[in-house]
């Protein structure tokens, strides 16, 4: 079956430019969580959902992070006015809803000029 | 709070030869651990996981990690490695009464193997 599917893969912004990240989550998965990997580093937690409800924003760096899953399946990452620290990867996973096994997109690769 | 430590950023290894990826954790409660492969230009494939059970895990790939409490270690091994193992190695963790089961990240180990 299909997997996680992330879109775009590539993003190129100018700094100050706002920019929206989209998540595809395996069918019937009711987790879904935002990771972002910067350069030579780990993937570090943004935030968590459970159907539509976001249960924990705990890692999104700043109030220029949103995201959203209004329906429960699809999700969308949104960066306001971006910052050239925001340059990295943003991972999407997603999970049955009590599986601990995460299953990950190819990831968005940001690049802020 | 939990963290994950790869000292090693970089293992090289020649083709055929043993491997150990090493991962060392600090967390106040109980934890599962996992290992998870990362190929060029591609997402985090899950390896293995350690949920409970025999400390001695396995992949389907020939790639083993040994749970060790005491030592609050994962380490992961290969007894013969090939080209194709070549990758990033991500050591994870998450609490196991996390409501989320967010994972905990090392910093990643790039692992080269060379003919």
């Known amino acids: 079956g299909a997997g996680v599917s992330q879109s775009p893969r590539y993003k190129v912004a100018k700094r100050g430019q706002d920019v929206a990240l989209r998540c595809d989550p395996i069918?019937?998965?009711?987790?879904l969580f935002w990771y972002q990997q910067a350069l030579g580093q780990g993937p570090e937690f943004l935030t968590y959902?459970?159907?539509?409800?976001?249960?924990?924003k705990s890692g999104l760096p700043s109030d220029r992070f949103f995201a959203e899953r209004p329906e429960g399946s699809v999700s969308t990452l949104k960066i306001q006015r971006t910052q050239q620290e925001d340059s990295a990867v943003y991972l999407c996973?997603?999970?049955?809803?009590?599986?601990?096994?995460?299953?990950f997109g190819p990831g968005t690769r940001l690049t802020v000029t | 709070a939990q963290s994950v430590t790869q000292l090693d950023s970089q293992v090289p290894v020649f083709e055929e030869a043993p491997v150990e990826l090493r991962c060392n954790y600090s967390?106040?409660?109980?934890?599962?651990l996992f290992w998870y492969v990362q190929y060029p230009n591609q997402g985090l494939q899950l390896l293995l996981k350690?949920?409970?059970?025999?400390?001695l895990v396995e992949s389907i790939n020939g790639f083993e990690a040994e749970f060790n409490k005491s030592q609050t270690s994962f380490h992961l091994r290969k007894p013969s490695v090939h080209i194709s193992d070549t990758a990033e190695y991500f050591c994870?963790?998450?609490?196991?009464?996390?409501?989320?089961?967010?994972?905990?990240f090392g910093s990643g180990t790039r692992l080269l193997v060379r003919p």
């Open positions: 967390s106040s409660v109980s934890v599962y």
């Open positions: 996973a997603s999970s049955l809803s009590t599986g601990v096994e995460q299953y």
């Open positions: 959902f459970q159907n539509e409800a976001q249960l924990d």
């Open positions: 994870a963790v998450t609490p196991t009464r996390d409501s989320s089961y967010k994972l905990i």
């Open positions: 069918s019937g998965h009711v987790s």
């Open positions: 350690y949920l409970s059970g025999s400390t």
